[in-house]
């Protein structure tokens, strides 16, 4: 019998004489609760991402289009504040927050998912610089794409078919009560989940109900609209879907199912 089978009986042996045995063998019987297990393969699979990389000190990344080029569907004018002052703010407030922090160079992602650690100022900025992050990738100029491969199947398989998939998303952006965001996520069964959040919260964070990878999120915050489409947020997100990047989302898909086996 080797040296730690030796410590496990002496450690069964001893909790069973200081009465913590039941404690111990129902621990070892049943392991960690599903929830808890959910959760920490998600933190896993997240490690695995490319994005994994961002920190609190990151910057935004070039749009790779022109202002003019999601016209008729977002106007340029919103496009140019969108971008260049409102996720400029977030980005430099969440760079000034960070700054002399111990959590400067600690991935994003590694925030989000204990998020309640932190303040709620960097929370929402963070969440800002994040979020917009992935708004602009997952947009591009209307070409008639739509889902397909391993995307259109996963969609099919959650939604039934693509325009009830689309309903389901429109509904959680147009429902969404004041600013928030509505997301289409991987979650730890690699399963696609439609929800929304309020505020710059997002599925990466540990105060989400429903958490996941997120692939396509649509901003409805009135600041994305309101230039262009003022009260009507419902026509803003039946807009939204001539201007989705879906090579985009597909690549994000593909990326998220795979660190979720890795995991
Ligand atoms: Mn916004």
């Known amino acids: 019998m080797s040296d730690n089978s ?12 200081s009465g913590l045995a039941i404690f111990v063998t129902s621990r070892f019987s049943f392991g960690a609760k599903p929830s808890e297990q959910a959760n920490s393969s998600l933190k896993q699979a997240i490690t695995k991402l490319s994005e994994y990389q961002l920190t609190a000190q990151s910057k935004q990344n070039p749009l790779q289009y022109g202002y003019t080029d999601l ?3 977002i106007d340029a004018k919103t496009m140019e504040i969108h971008f260049s002052k409102h996720h400029a703010a977030y980005t430099k407030n969440m760079n000034e927050a960070s700054a002399t922090s111990d959590f400067a160079s600690k991935p994003l992602f590694q925030l989000f998912s204990e998020i309640e650690k932190y303040p709620v100022f960097l929370k929402n900025n963070a969440g800002g610089f994040y979020n917009h992050l992935l708004f602009w990738t997952i947009m591009g100029h209307s070409n008639g794409q739509e889902p397909e491969g391993t995307l259109l199947n996963a969609i099919n398989d959650s939604f039934g078919t693509v325009a ?5 998303f ?3 952006g147009k429902k969404q009560f004041g600013s928030g965001w509505a997301w289409l996520s991987v ?28 692939v396509l999120a649509l901003d409805v915050w009135e600041h994305a609209y309101y230039l262009q489409y003022q009260n009507r947020r419902p026509d803003y997100v039946d807009s939204f879907w001539k201007i ?4 985009e989302v597909s690549r994000r898909y593909e990326e998220a199912i795979l660190a979720i086996k890795q995991a």
């Open 244 to 247: 989705v990047n879906w090579k």
């Open 170 to 172: 429109s509904i959680a």
């Open 71 to 73: 016209e008729p569907y």
């Open 187 to 214: 979650n730890e069964q690699g399963k696609l989940v439609v929800s929304s959040t309020p505020n710059q919260d997002n599925p990466l964070m540990s105060t989400t109900e429903v958490k996941g990878i997120p």
């Open 6 to 17: 030796n410590s496990r009986r002496d450690f069964f042996r001893k909790a069973s004489l």
């Open 164 to 168: 009830k998939f689309k309903e389901t």
